[in-house]
């Protein structure tokens, strides 16, 4: 795992909890925060996917662990 994972998954974290906070306590709309935290989510996923794509497929022929 690499230091750009933790920051993503920390970062993502924060604006989600930083939403629902918002949510809460200063009267966000409910369809916000959802979209929101949908956004952050699918850009984390996309993120790894992107990321480990080589490792995983192509990158795979080469390394001696396969």
Same mark, same amino acid.
């Given at each position: 795992m690499k230091k750009s994972d933790i920051f993503m998954i920390v970062f993502g974290s924060f604006i989600v909890i930083a939403c629902f906070i918002g949510y809460l306590y200063f009267h966000f709309d409910e369809r916000l925060l959802y979209i929101?935290?949908? *956004?952050? =989510?699918? *850009?984390?996923?996309? #993120? =790894? #996917? *992107?990321?480990? #794509?080589?490792?995983s497929s192509y990158g795979a022929k080469f390394h001696n662990r396969y």
């Open positions: 929101l935290s949908g *956004i952050i =989510f699918a *850009i984390i996923v996309l #993120y =790894f #996917y *992107i990321r480990n #794509y080589k490792d």
